[in-house]
């Protein structure tokens, strides 16, 4: 079996302990054994969301969360500020119209993240907004939002919701949900969490269940009140991925043991070791600005006259490394390298390594180990 280095940003390697955890044989969901589990997974998510609201888990991708978010808090015609960095900001604003929201915009350029006085600014020109989604760490473009600046904007106005994506950041970057006081946080099992795709997690303050009483939107699976009673009955309203919970349980206990502060110490190494490599090479650029560059992936501009997707192929068949490709309007046009869950140093070094050989075999001379050497430089500091 050729080896594989999955390194994208989501689904991510989940590490054999946990896989192993899905090899169980089934049990009653509506048993007590399952309500256990339920009652860990969810306490433990506490502690990832670093909040005391409530955290309801559902048997979905991460979008299925977003459309929870969207579904539950909100009548028809309400107005609401969507932030789009990228795909993923983009995917709310559609959710938000597909369920007849008036939506307002404010659309930054690839690699940007949102200025706070833009954020203002908006909603100065906007005061009937209800609430402002925004996207932690935009996957497509490899945008880390600053929420430290961001949430305090929004909240000037107490009784305005903060609905967060944060997929592809919870427990990778730090989120602290009830300090920042975000209404609803969204996440999924198959990125920082090192659990395979089926689980979406939805924090939800009080503010929001304070919205969710008047919300007149139609909703059915995605209904959080109806999650909310079963969780406190021990069970889930329809059949949860019972095997995906048992890998949650065990991916949250490793997580948090291992400390989630040092769990964001590893994001921000690994994002920095990949950043000054790709510079240090130098046919390669950053397509994120530095301010906003994502602990959780790195979108990478190639050379020009390299199609990244034919690098990617090349790359996928001669060292079994699997990148992302650009996503959107950057589709054809970027790599992106995914550094998010389970992934160490080491993989960083195969992946740049396999990055230099095959642009040397393109024609890019005198450029192998340039990048490698950086990283290491800045690994080896850290072992020390
Ligand atoms: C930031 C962000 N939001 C939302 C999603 C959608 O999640 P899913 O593909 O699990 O529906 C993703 C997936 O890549 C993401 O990265």
């Not at 192993?20 to 969301?49: C, P, Q, W, Y």
């Not at 888990?57 to 909100?74: C, D, Q």
């Not at 369920?99 to 908006?122: C, F, H, M, Q, S």
């Not at 209904?223 to 909310?228: H, I, T």
């Amino acid at each position: 079996m050729p080896k594989n280095f999955l390194l994208i940003p989501g689904p991510t390697p989940v590490p054999q302990d946990v896989l192993l955890e899905m090899a169980r044989e089934m049990i009653n969901h509506r048993g007590s054994e399952f309500a256990n589990i339920l009652k860990t997974n969810t306490d433990l998510l506490k502690k990832v969301f670093k909040t005391e609201n409530d955290v309801l888990i559902l048997t979905a991708s991460g979008t299925g969360g977003m459309e929870a978010a969207v579904a539950n808090f909100f009548s028809q015609g309400d107005e609401v500020l969507v932030g789009i960095c990228g795909v993923f900001g983009e995917r709310f604003a559609k959710i938000c119209k597909a369920y007849g929201l008036n939506v307002k915009t404010i659309v930054t350029e690839p690699g940007k993240g949102i200025e706070p006085d833009v954020l203002e600014k908006a909603l100065k020109e906007n005061p009937n907004v209800k609430a402002v989604f925004l996207t932690h760490n935009e996957t497509s473009t490899g945008v880390t939002n600053n929420l430290k600046e961001l949430a305090p904007i929004v909240k000037e106005n107490p009784e305005r919701l903060l609905i967060v994506d944060a997929v592809s950041s919870l427990g990778a970057i730090d989120l602290p949900t009830d300090e920042l006081k975000i209404d609803v946080v969204v996440t999924a099992s198959q990125k920082a969490l090192e659990t395979p795709p089926g689980l979406a997690m939805v924090s939800v303050s009080e503010l929001a269940w304070k919205f969710n009483e008047k919300a007149n939107l139609p909703r059915f699976y995605f209904d959080l009140r109806q999650a909310k009673k079963f969780l406190e009955e021990g069970a889930t309203p329809f059949t949860p991925a019972v095997s995906i919970f048992f890998a949650l349980k065990k991916s949250l206990e490793n997580i948090l043991n291992r400390g989630l502060e040092n769990n964001f110490k590893r994001h921000s190494l690994l994002g920095k070791a990949v950043r000054e490599a790709i510079k240090a090479i130098g046919v390669t650029k950053l397509l994120a600005d530095e301010r906003w560059a994502s602990d959780a992936v790195t979108p990478v501009i190639p050379p020009d006259g390299v199609n990244p997707d034919d690098l990617r192929k090349y790359i996928r068949s001669k060292f079994g490394i699997v990148l992302a490709g650009g996503q959107g309007n950057l589709k054809g046009k970027i790599f992106r390298i995914g550094h998010v869950g389970y992934v160490e140093p080491t993989d960083i070094l195969v992946a740049l390594s396999a990055i230099e050989i095959s642009l040397e075999n393109v024609g890019y001379k005198g450029i192998k180990g340039k990048g490698v050497q950086v990283a290491e430089e800045i690994f080896a500091q850290n072992f020390n």
